[in-house]
Each structure stands twice: as structure tokens, then as C-alpha cells.
């Protein structure tokens, strides 16, 4: 998948000269007659706007080695606007970007390299999106919960539910945006820095916006507790923290699969853990325990509107889910056959 | 092989078009809908006449129109399956908007089906209508005549206003009658939790059309120069 490693060869230089560039893996050849010239040419990078193809930025003496993270540094450099994460930089006007961690004289590059700029617009950090998006419903929630001014008939303010389903449902409701906001501080490692700026802003929508609808319901003084009482709920509370555990299991697994500061990829396995088992019938078993949980908050408050938001989220995980396990398969030859993306067997 | 112009700018060069027998069933498909729209503008003719007013005539096309109307959702199916390469989201919202207002609004509140404003969208469809699926109809034939072409980039500027105005006249006459019979509403205790206000929802519907109808507006007039101006520059360059 990565760029070949190309000898650049036979270049001439502007003065007439022209030198081998010769790649840092061979052992020093007995090459004939080429002498005292050390073999570190040092190339030179042009990148051009790629809607417009201007010329944006001329760096010379750029040592071969040189990672296209250095070049977006150097570039940031002349263009402070544009911060490397928003950067992207290609070969081809309409290519793939090119990685950080490319090496420029493994790119199939002359030793005048021309790059092509997009600017990927503002960025933000994935750490302050699942910060801010998570933080949200678990206040919103509690606003419904605590029953604040302006939401229910004023004679309900600060009131509480009799019903005892309906503290269970914020006790859940809260520890799971809880654990979500650990995961995001001390669990999950991001191959990506930042996403789009625009995304908090539709992200935040869905969670905090589906979040206030569902609290609105559960917390109404007109709430209405499971038909089957006492045995719905505490099936329902059952599937739900199994689920969670699992949820997190999938989690610690996937995150002690990459050393820290890496983004290397490797097929995802079982461990000792027994949650984390259902590998052997599922690529993306987080998403799949993560459908059962709001199954189980569904059932635990039988409510439509959770309903709803279980439906649009599992809609969502099966497309990321059928992506990544996409993904795994054009990577690794051997990755095991009898895995389904979500669903065992189904989906 | 041109079925929706809308896709000119995007698919012209990659597209494959339909196939032989997905071409024959699409070209049905159009003449079935120009011959039904035709009924539906005859019958509004020959009420008018017969009456000597605008008044009432919804009831004399009533039964066509919510058939052909409804019809149109096989359009979102051919969108899906790939024989008509037109984004489904887009279509699905066009047409399911007809369907809601034909069957939602006028329908279901027997008090505005007397309502002016609904002759007021039922012609801006009907000539609509009959001028897109004839354009349809004849592209999928390749022997579209430059008039249609023109009728279906031209007349919008009008008729689109006109069928915004009737619709959303349509709809602020119904309110009333949808607060006082809690139509399609939902309220709480229920089992479900759940609770839905269809007055506050058309509210909210009314206002949905100040950013949708300009976005619309404006891709027309953008998709007219592209169509009708290219033909005007081949003729200058003649």
C-alpha cells in the first residue's frame, strides 16, 4: 500500500551535472569512478494550489528523508494559515493525500518533487469533539432529570419521578456518557488528529439533540413505566451493563493493539477477556455491544423516542462497521472469513 | 442518453444509461405519466367550463391526482435501482413533499379542499408536470424538441412560485382545523412515551420552506444556463 521506493536516477541538475541518488537501504556498492560526492542529494519541493495549480511555495535543500510531516511544517511556515492538520497534500491535483509518515525519496518523485495543496479547511481536534459531544447529553439529560424551570409545567419544577425506572434510566444514561468521556481521555488512540471543523457542529446536533428528546419523555410527570414492571426492567439492566463491559472490553483490547503514538494497524484478535470472544464472529464487536446497550435502555424505559435513537445509531455503526471491515480485508490477506462487519452471521 | 438534466454536470461523461429494457419500461413509465397529468389538466378545463367558477374544482380531479401523484414515488425506485441517475435523497424529497401535501394536508382536512389555494399548486403541478415527463419522454427517445426543452428551463420561474404560494396557503388553512381536532397528534400518558403535535409539525413545515424553496429556485436557474446556454452558444458561434 505504501509509495515504492524508486531510485531517482539519471537526473540532470541545472548545472549539467547529474547524480545518482542512491536509497539508504543498498550497502555502499562498488560503484565506478563516482567519488568523493557523498550520496545525500538534497531535493527540491514545489507545491501548487491543486484547484488552480499556482505555484504556493518553492522549498530547496530538503533532505531525502524528509517525512511529508516535516514538508507540511515547512510549508505552514510560509503559509501560516494553513496549520499542517489542515494540509492536505498529494501527488495528483485529484489523488489521495499523502500520509505524514511518507518519506519523500520513497515517493515516485525526480528530485524536483511537485506536490499538490488542498486545503482541508478548519480543523479541530477528535479529543475536543468526543469531549464536547459527550459532555452534552450527560448535562442536558440531567437538566430533564432535575426537572429545571421552563421545560415541564411549573408546578413539576425541581420535582422528582416516582417512579424508580425512571433514577435507574439516569444512572445509566450518565454512566455511559461518563465512561464515554474516560474512553475518549485515557482508552482510545486516534489515527487521525483532527476532523473537519463543521463536524462538531453537526455532531454535537445528533447527540445533544436526540439526548434532550429522549430525557424530555422519560423525565415527563406524565411518564409512563414498563407493562412488565419489575421483570422488563431488570432484564433490560442486565443486557445493558453487560453490554458496557463488553462495550469497554472491545475498547482496552483494540487500544492495547497499538503501541502509544503509533497508528500501525493489526487484525483485531480474542484476548483472556471473555467479552471480548465475539471477535471471532464480528469485526467491529464495539458497535455491535453498543447496539445492545441502547437495546437495553430501550427496553428498560420503554420509550419510542429511544427507540428511534437506537434505530438511526445502529443505521450509523452498520455503515462505519461495513467500512472498516472493508478495510480489513484489502489489508490483510489472512483475515479470518467467518467474521460478519456488526452482526454475527446477518449484517 | 439524457433522462434527468440534473445529472448533466456530474454524470454526463461517466454514465452508462439504462439498458434496452429499463429504457422501453422508463419510456412507458413517462407517456403513462404525461397521459395522466393531461387528464387530470382536461378535467380542471371541462369543470371550469361546466361551472363558470374556480371554485371547487379539486373534486372534479381528485381521484386522478392522488394516483398520479402517488404514482411518482416509483421514481424514488428508479433512482435507487440506478436506472435513472438522479440522487435518491433529492428525489425522494421532491416527490414525498407532493405526496404530503396531496395527502397530509388536502386529504386529510376536508375544510381546505375548497380553498382556492389549492387550485393555485394543482395547476402549477399539472403544467408542470405534463412538461417534465414529456421532456422524459422525448429524451429517452433522443428526439427531444428544443420547445419542450425550453418549456421545462422557462416556465419554472413561474410555476414554482405559484405552487410554493398555493402549498403554503394550503397548509396555514389547515392549521386551524388540525388544533382544533388534535389531528395526527399524539399526547402523553401512552405506553410508548412518545408525543407528537402535527400543528406545531406544519408550522415548522411552513418554515422549512424559507432556506428549501430559494436552494431550489437558484439550482433551476444555475441547471437553465447550463442546458438552454450551451445551445446559445453553438448558435453564436454558427
Not at chain 1, 422488563?232 to 483490547?253: D, E, P, W, Y
Not at chain 1, 492495547?256 to 467479552?275: C, V
Not at chain 2, 414525498?96 to 386529504?107: D, E, I, K, Y
Request: net charge positive.
Amino acid at each position: 500500500m505504501d509509495a515504492l521506493a524508486l531510485e531517482a536516477s539519471g537526473k540532470k541538475l541545472p548545472n549539467g551535472s547529474s547524480i545518482t541518488a542512491l536509497p539508504p537501504t543498498t550497502p555502499a556498492k562498488r560503484k565506478p569512478a563516482k567519488k568523493a560526492k557523498k550520496a545525500v542529494v538534497f531535493f527540491e519541493v514545489e507545491i501548487l494550489d491543486a484547484k488552480t495549480k499556482d505555484k504556493l511555495c518553492f522549498l530547496d535543500k530538503v533532505e531525502p528523508n524528509a517525512t511529508i510531516g516535516e514538508i507540511k511544517s515547512m510549508f505552514h511556515k510560509s503559509h501560516p494559515q494553513f496549520y499542517p492538520a489542515r494540509q492536505s497534500i498529494r501527488l495528483d491535483p485529484k489523488g489521495k493525500s499523502l500520509k505524514d509518515e511518507d518519506v519523500l525519496q520513497h515517493l515516485p518523485v525526480g528530485t524536483t518533487a511537485t506536490f499538490y495543496f488542498r486545503d482541508l479547511g478548519a480543523q479541530i481536534s477528535w479529543v475536543t469533539v468526543f469531549l464536547t459531544e459527550y459532555t452534552g447529553p450527560l448535562v442536558i439529560y440531567l437538566l430533564f432529570y432535575f426537572r429545571v424551570p421552563f421545560i415541564y409545567a411549573p408546578k413539576y419544577d425541581f420535582t422528582t419521578s416516582k417512579h424508580w425506572v425512571v433514577h435507574l434510566a439516569c444512572m445509566c444514561h450518565s454512566f455511559h456518557y461518563v465512561k464515554r468521556l474516560l474512553e475518549t481521555l485515557f482508552v482510545h488512540r486516534f489515527s487521525h488528529g483532527t476532523m473537519p471543523l463543521r463536524n462538531i457542529f453537526k455532531n454535537c446536533s445528533y447527540y445533544w439533540g436526540f439526548a434532550a428528546w429522549m430525557a424530555y419523555y422519560i423525565n415527563h410527570p406524565l411518564y409512563t413505566p414498563p407493562i412488565y414492571g419489575e421483570q422488563q426492567i431488570r432484564l433490560a439492566l442486565i443486557v445493558f451493563l453487560f453490554c458496557q463491559i463488553g462495550n469497554l472490553s472491545i475498547h482496552i483490547a483494540l487500544r492495547n493493539l497499538r503501541p502509544p503514538g503509533s497508528k500501525t494497524r493489526k487484525i483485531p484478535y480474542p484476548t483472556k477477556n471473555p467479552f471480548t470472544w465475539i471477535f471471532v464472529l464480528v469485526s467491529c464487536p464495539n458497535y455491535t455491544y453498543e447496539l445492545g446497550s441502547w437495546l437495553g435502555f430501550t427496553l428498560m424505559t420503554q420509550c419510542l423516542p429511544v427507540a428511534f435513537f437506537t434505530l438511526v445509531g445502529f443505521i450509523q455503526m452498520t455503515v462505519w462497521a461495513k467500512g472498516k471491515h472493508r478495510s480489513y480485508l484489502k489489508e490483510f490477506r489472512d483475515y479470518p472469513p467467518l467474521r460478519s462487519p456488526i452482526l454475527p452471521f446477518v449484517l | 442518453i439524457e433522462t434527468k438534466p440534473e445529472a448533466h454536470g456530474h454524470n454526463y461523461l461517466k454514465r452508462k444509461g439504462p439498458g434496452a429494457l429499463a429504457t422501453a419500461y422508463l419510456v412507458i413509465y413517462n407517456v403513462v405519466m404525461t397521459a395522466g397529468w393531461l387528464v387530470i389538466a382536461v378535467g380542471l378545463a371541462r369543470a371550469y367550463l361546466a361551472r363558470g367558477s374556480y371554485h371547487g374544482l379539486y373534486y372534479s380531479i381528485e381521484k386522478p391526482l392522488k394516483f398520479f401523484q402517488t404514482g411518482a414515488i416509483l421514481e424514488i425506485l428508479h433512482c435507487a435501482v440506478g436506472i435513472v441517475p438522479s440522487s435518491v435523497v433529492l428525489t425522494g424529497f421532491q416527490v414525498m413533499s407532493r405526496v404530503f401535501l396531496t395527502w397530509a394536508v388536502t386529504h386529510s382536512v376536508r375544510e381546505v379542499q375548497s380553498e382556492d389555494s389549492v387550485l393555485l399548486f394543482v395547476t402549477a403541478w399539472t403544467v408542470t408536470e405534463i412538461i417534465r415527463y414529456s421532456f422524459y419522454t422525448f429524451s429517452l427517445l433522443n428526439h427531444l424538441p428544443y420547445l419542450i426543452k425550453w418549456a421545462r428551463y422557462t416556465f419554472f420561474f413561474v410555476l414554482y412560485p405559484m405552487g410554493v404560494t398555493g402549498e403554503l396557503l394550503t397548509i396555514y388553512a389547515a392549521l386551524p382545523f388540525v388544533q382544533k381536532t388534535g389531528l395526527y397528534s399524539v399526547t402523553l400518558p401512552n405506553k410508548y412515551n412518545f408525543s407528537f403535535d402535527y400543528y406545531t409539525f406544519l408550522i415548522l413545515v411552513m418554515f422549512s420552506y424559507i432556506p428549501l424553496f430559494p436552494q431550489l429556485y437558484f439550482h433551476m436557474i444555475r441547471q437553465r444556463k447550463k442546458v438552454l446556454g450551451q445551445v446559445e452558444d453553438y448558435s453564436k458561434v454558427e
